[in-house]
């Protein structure tokens, strides 16, 4: 059974094994599959037009499909590597140990954002990043100075407190917990920290970084512990929405599963608290 575990609490072992795993996939080319699919998405996903992975009800659904594929690819390289998941809101510096050289490296540079420690260095030679919107092969980043603050503990408690899964329009100016989590309306918390760690994470090809994983896991805990605290919302809509994925309707690109199918978690993985 998959744990998902506070990437604070892994062991070295547990560290290394994640890092080997993904740098396997990377050297595969499967990776980089991960990084193009969620770019098509990016591009396509429109607020008057069709929207499936961002800016509508199954960003959270879809992602969760999303990084369920991910991690299976991982296991299929080491069977014993679950996805871990980032809570930013309590490891909020960059000189938290996720940014250490034995995990993802740190910040970049400033003359050009890259970044020059850890696994993914471009110095270290394992990690090309073939999927891009610019010229730049390197993994760059820029923690914390586009935006100061990681969202706090309050800020994820008041959406967390938003009883409504998601409202029309369905889109980016929506009100509801699905658009504040996202980030589009209110304190904003997923586009935030994608934003504050910068360089690929803050573009449509994000998933080049390997935190993009670590933060979609907590953003998909945090729709876990919204569901146990308001048992009585569903996700909506509940059916003929145009251009929205109803409760019931499949989902591309895999077209087999529905958020219906993706609500509860714990016949896919459980988290360690
Ligand atoms: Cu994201």
Known sequence: ??????????????????????????GSGRYDDFVTTHNAFILGDTDDGERTGHRSP??????????LEFERAL?????SVALPYW???????????LWAPDFLGGTGRSR???VMDGPFAASAGKWPVNVRVDGRTYLRRSLGTNVRELPTRA???SVLAMATYDMAPWNS?????????????????????????????????SPNDPVFWLHHAYIDRLWAEWQRRHPGSAYVPGGGTPNVVDLNETMKPWN??????????????TFDA
């Open 1 to 26: 059974m998959t744990v998902r575990k506070n990437q604070a609490s892994l062991t070295a072992d547990e560290k290394r094994r994640f890092v080997a795993a993904v740098l396997e996939l990377k």
């Open 58 to 67: 199954s960003f959270l659904p879809w992602h969760r499909r999303f990084l």
């Open 75 to 79: 296991q299929s390289v080491d069977a």
């Open 87 to 97: 809570d930013w809101s309590t490891d909020r510096s960059p000189r938290s140990s």
């Open 112 to 114: 050009d954002g890259q």
């Open 155 to 157: 800020e994820v408690d």
């Open 173 to 205: 100016a929506s009100d509801g917990f699905r658009n504040h989590l996202e980030g589009w309306r209110g304190v904003n918390l997923h586009n935030r920290v994608h934003v504050w760690v910068g360089g690929q994470m803050a573009t449509g090809v």
């Open 256 to 269: 087999d599963t529905t958020p219906a199918a993706l609500l509860d978690h714990t016949p896919y993985y």
